[in-house]
Structures are given as structure tokens and as C-alpha cells.
């Protein structure tokens, strides 16, 4: 005897993850941290959105703006960083405690 149940309801979205990363970067700079929170995704899955996005935002003539990571020991800004996610080690005083890059959207 076979017990057969619903299949699982899908959740009432308005807006696409992307759409809700978006309107979140523009009240303000988060971090991918923040945003994984505040869309319920995991954050490994961030920097794939945060990819696309800054293509779309290029295309509209805005743009995805990176607020760089900041080594907490000795004060090295990761300027030529172009991943979006965090580094690991400090190339300077080898430090892993490492400010999270933040992003928001300008234009």
C-alpha cells in the first residue's frame, strides 16, 4: 500500500533573489554575510547573484560598487581585490582576521 503525499508548496515570492539583493544594496552597503541573511540563501551562493547583478547593473548604466576587506591586524586594504568574495590571509602580516568586502549599488 502506497501513501502518497502532497508535493511541497511552493513559498509566495514577489520578487526573485536577485531582485530582493538588489533593493537591499541599494538602501545601503552590506556585506555577503548580511545579505545571505536577509535572503535566506546560503553565502556561497551570494557571489554568483552579486556576479550577475553587477552585469545587469552595468548594462543599466549603474553599478555594483565594492567597499574593499581590511586586514584587522596591520590595516592592509585588499584594493586590487576583483573576486567578490573575502580573502583568506593578509598577504603582508599573514593576519585571517579579515573584514568582510561590502557592496552597493550606485547610479
Known amino acids: 500500500m502506497r501513501i502518497h503525499k502532497d508535493p511541497p508548496t511552493p513559498s509566495e515570492e514577489t520578487e526573485t533573489i536577485r531582485h530582493r539583493i538588489l533593493s537591499l544594496l541599494s538602501q545601503g552597503p552590506c556585506n555577503t554575510k548580511e545579505i545571505s541573511a536577509a535572503v535566506r540563501r546560503p553565502e556561497r551562493e551570494i557571489g554568483e547573484h552579486l556576479e550577475h547583478l553587477r552585469r545587469t547593473l552595468r548594462a543599466e548604466g549603474r553599478r ?20 567578490l568574495s573575502s580573502p583568506g590571509r593578509c598577504p603582508v602580516c599573514k593576519g585571517e582576521f579579515i573584514s568582510d568586502p561590502s557592496f552597493r549599488v550606485e547610479g
Open 64 to 83: 555594483l560598487e565594492r567597499v574593499p576587506a581590511r586586514c584587522r591586524d596591520c590595516g592592509f586594504v585588499f584594493r586590487k581585490r576583483h573576486r
